[in-house]
């Protein structure tokens, strides 16, 4: 057998092998997908959001990047208690925190948030948070709740 012949069985292999490897992945992929999706099962529908018929959905990009970012953890569904306290930096402002975590200088006037809100003359009180986001975010939210 010459050479060239032996080069274009093992290419034509390669490309078989490739594309059964595909197959697999995407048809892995696709169910993984649906398990992220009843994983904590949750009324957030994301595919009408974007509309998949539009904006197919890359199965495999949206389970690597998950595998990738969280591995094998499961979100909870429980709530966090948080507390608050007032700003060391902004007279008025309230910062909260997941209750029970007391790192950092001593706080004054630390109060559960449900406690908070339980008092708020408001029927349904704006509450306005930043979740470890850098000092951009904190200006942004300061100045939506002092325009």
Same mark, same amino acid.
């Given at each position: 057998?010459?050479?060239?012949? !032996?080069? !274009?069985?093992?290419?034509?292999? /390669?490309?078989? /092998? +490739?594309?059964?490897?595909? *197959? ?5 992929? &696709? ?11 949750? +009324?957030?529908?994301?595919?009408? *959001? ?12 949206? $389970?690597?990047?998950? &595998? ?21 930096? @902004?007279?008025?402002? !309230? $910062?909260?925190? &997941?209750?029970?975590? +007391? ?6 006037? @630390?109060? +559960? ?8 003359? &408001?029927?349904?009180? @704006?509450? $306005? ?19």
């Amino acid at each position: 057998m010459e050479g060239w012949a !032996l080069f !274009l069985i093992i290419l034509a292999g /390669l490309l078989v /092998l +490739s594309y059964a490897v595909s *197959f697999l992945f995407k048809s892995w992929a &696709k169910s993984a997908y649906k398990e992220l999706l009843q994983n904590p099962t949750t +009324s957030c529908d994301i595919d009408a *959001f974007v509309n998949p018929e539009v904006n197919p959905v890359n199965y495999g990009k949206v $389970v690597m990047a998950h &595998k990738l970012r969280l591995g094998s953890r499961v979100p909870s569904t429980d709530p966090i208690p948080l507390e608050t306290h007032e700003s060391t930096h @902004v007279p008025g402002l !309230l $910062v909260t925190r &997941k209750t029970g975590t +007391s790192s950092g200088p001593a706080f004054r006037n @630390v109060t +559960s948030l449900d406690e908070i809100l339980s008092k708020s003359s &408001k029927k349904t009180p @704006v509450v $306005v948070a930043t979740i470890r986001m850098g000092f951009g975010h904190h200006r942004i939210a300061y100045s939506t709740c002092s325009g």
